[in-house]
């Protein structure tokens, strides 16, 4: 699976997918879920990466004192809003406002894209950000998830 960056802009992003065929109804339900999961825990202040404790101990965690205060202290990282994810022949889509959420966000989504590359899904380019010349966003496509374009 090839990974591209294109223009980022954390606020106004598409995450483009495209794939080695026309996804089946299973393989769409396989990705909608890693996309699903991942906003959900982002919206949920999951990619904090002012709160990394036990990432920062390294690997023997046995006995680690974990300290309320410093993720209490953190500043709130929260995706905000996600679109529905869309099919046009072998390309997927799907827009997000990240929020304050921390780039850990991307890495993590990544791996798992990779592995369900690797075992499930055949994805031959994840592109984040940008346009797809391929499927052109159109004004439309944006004021369907953005309620500050409305």
């Known amino acids: 699976m090839q990974v591209q960056f294109r223009e980022f802009n954390p606020f106004d992003l598409w995450i483009w997918l495209e794939f080695s065929t026309t996804p089946s109804r299973m393989e ?20 904090n990466a002012e709160n990394l ?10 006995y680690l004192e974990y300290q309320e205060e410093t993720a209490d202290s953190s500043l709130m990282a929260l995706m905000h809003n996600m679109g529905e994810f869309e099919y046009l022949g072998t390309w997927g889509r799907c827009w997000f406002d990240l929020g304050t959420s921390d780039a850990i966000a991307l890495d993590i989504l990544i791996n798992a894209l990779l592995r369900l590359n690797q075992e499930y ?18 004004k439309t496509d944006r004021a369907k998830f953005d309620p500050s374009d409305n």
């Open 28 to 47: 769409q339900q396989y990705i909608e879920e890693i996309f699903d999961s991942w906003f959900y825990l982002g919206k949920l202040g999951g990619f």
């Open 53 to 62: 404790q036990v990432t920062e101990v390294g690997v023997d965690v046995s």
């Open 121 to 138: 899904v055949e994805i031959q380019k994840l592109i984040i950000g940008g346009e797809n010349e391929d499927w052109p966003v159109q």
